[in-house]
C-alpha cells in the first residue's frame, strides 16, 4: 500500500526544463516498481517512464527518450522525473504510480496529479 503526491509542474517555454516530485507514503515504498504517466487534453492516460524498485533498470516511451530522466531516493521515498528540452506535445498533467507489471501496467490508484505546460 502506498499513497502518493506529485508535484513540480508549472509554464516552461519550448526547450525548458522542469523536475517533478512523486512523493510516497508507506514503508513498502523500495518494495514497488513505479512510473510516470501523463493525460494530454483530448487523450488519454499514456505511460512515460519506468524505473525499478532499487533504480536499477529504466524504461521510456520512445518519445521522451533522451529528454527526460526517471530516478528514485528510496531513503526518502520520493521518484524524479527530470524534464528537458520541452516541447509543447509534453503538456499534459503528470502522474505517479506503483506498477503491478514490468514496466507499463499500473495497480490503477491515481492521485491529483500535476500540470505541466509548455508554451512555444
Known amino acids: 500500500q502506498v499513497q502518493l503526491v506529485e508535484s513540480g509542474g508549472g509554464l516552461v517555454q519550448t526547450g525548458g526544463s522542469l523536475r517533478l516530485s512523486c512523493a510516497a507514503s508507506g514503508r513498502s515504498f523500495s518494495s514497488y516498481h513505479m512510473g510516470w504517466f501523463r493525460q494530454a487534453p483530448g487523450k488519454e492516460r499514456d505511460f512515460v517512464a519506468s524505473i525499478s524498485n532499487n533504480g536499477g533498470t529504466t524504461y521510456y516511451v520512445d518519445s521522451v527518450k533522451g529528454r527526460f530522466t526517471i530516478s528514485r531516493d528510496n531513503a526518502k521515498r520520493t521518484m524524479y522525473l527530470q524534464m528537458n528540452s520541452l516541447q509543447p506535445e509534453d503538456t499534459a498533467i503528470y502522474y505517479c504510480?506503483?506498477?503491478?507489471?514490468?514496466?507499463?501496467?499500473?495497480?490503477?490508484?491515481w492521485g491529483q496529479g500535476t500540470q505541466v505546460t509548455v508554451s512555444s
Open positions: 504510480t506503483a506498477l503491478r507489471g514490468w514496466p507499463r501496467t499500473p495497480l490503477g490508484s
